[in-house]
């Protein structure tokens, strides 16, 4: 079964959200090293686990200085990989944007002042980093909006159209206390028609809204949290050990729980891992060689 990772690479965060749960996370550490998330990948490659998405994400992750050099690392596993930001830094962004299949931006309102007093972050700044994976990646590009205000909803809905920006819209677990509902958006008044569950689409060209509720979906196989402070099977789980001891034995049931290198050891299964190495190792150069060929350089990331 394929393994989704999720490196919660930092628990400090720019932003102030008052809905935050910041991925669960204890303050002890402050960020996960590159080092230990070499040491996981490696360990699940041996092992021929099929890590099919990586999720890099905190606190914000783009405060973490080793960004770039991870988002490279972990597509060399040949993994999907994608990050949940707030975008509110994009020269700390910029350098990562080559190694990413997908950019989650997280926005509360395009409205300069609602934005700012909702998540404490300057929309221009959210803007900038559009424009960046725009001209510079190949990132397939969403905003996150949580659903807190149907207008609101309808506003960031119509700014995303615009700039042709995808939308994830997330409704709150919190709606015991007047939260708005998915169902109660305007949809057809928007131009959206139905086109799968939770998948909206606009009647005239290609935009996308795609709806859940906030702790839906998950990944098809198992799943794995990966902190400074620690592996987690779930947000509420229990710590496994630290990531820089990760062993097999972590894995969820679905991906081999238990199952050790030794388990492992038959003639097919290295031959499998073999398989898997080259693969990577050919990824890593061929992404590689793409960067090198890119004719718009990059932006040049300021110190932090
Ligand atoms: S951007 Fe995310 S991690 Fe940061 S405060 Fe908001 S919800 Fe929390």
Redo the contacts with the bound molecule.
């Keep these: 079964m394929p393994l989704k990772l999720r490196f919660l690479l930092t628990n400090a ?5 008052t ?5 669960g996370q204890q303050k002890a550490r402050d960020r996960l090293d590159l080092a230990a998330i070499g040491h996981v990948l490696d360990t699940l490659a041996e092992g021929g686990v099929n890590v099919s998405e990586i999720v890099l994400s ?3 992750p783009t405060l973490h200085p080793q960004l770039a050099d991870i988002a490279r690392r972990c597509k060399a596993s040949g993994a999907q990989v994608s990050i ?3 975008a509110g830094h994009p020269t700390k962004l910029a350098p990562a944007l080559p190694w990413l299949d997908e950019l989650k931006i ?1 926005v509360d309102s395009f409205d300069p002042q609602r934005q700012r007093a909702s ?1 404490g ?1 300057g929309i221009a700044k959210v803007r900038q980093s559009i424009a960046l994976a725009q001209r510079h990646g190949q990132a397939q590009r969403f905003i996150n909006h949580p659903l807190q205000s149907l207008d609101e909803a309808c506003a960031v809905i119509t700014e995303a159209r615009a700039l042709a920006v995808d939308v994830k819209l997330i409704e709150l677990l919190d709606t015991a206390g007047g939260k708005p509902l998915l169902h109660q958006l305007p949809w057809a008044e928007l131009g959206y028609q139905p086109a799968g569950q939770g998948h909206w689409q606009h009647r005239h060209g290609t935009h996308r809204v795609l709806t859940r509720r906030c702790g839906q979906g998950g990944s098809e196989g198992g799943e794995l949290f990966i902190g400074p402070d620690g592996v987690r099977r779930d947000l509420q789980a229990p710590i496994l050990g630290m990531p820089e001891a990760f062993s097999l034995d972590m894995l969820p049931a679905a991906c081999g729980a238990g199952q050790t290198r030794k388990d492992t050891g038959s003639i097919h299964a290295n031959a499998r891992n073999m398989i898997r190495l080259t693969r990577d190792a050919w990824s890593a150069m061929v992404l590689h060689d793409r960067r090198q060929a890119c004719p718009t350089p990059l932006p040049v990331q300021r110190s932090a």
Excluded: L, V
């Excluded at 809905?19 to 991925?23: D, F, G, V």
């Design positions: 965060c720019s932003a102030r959200c809905y935050c749960h910041n991925e905190g606190g914000e949940n930001t707030h997280h998540m972050i």
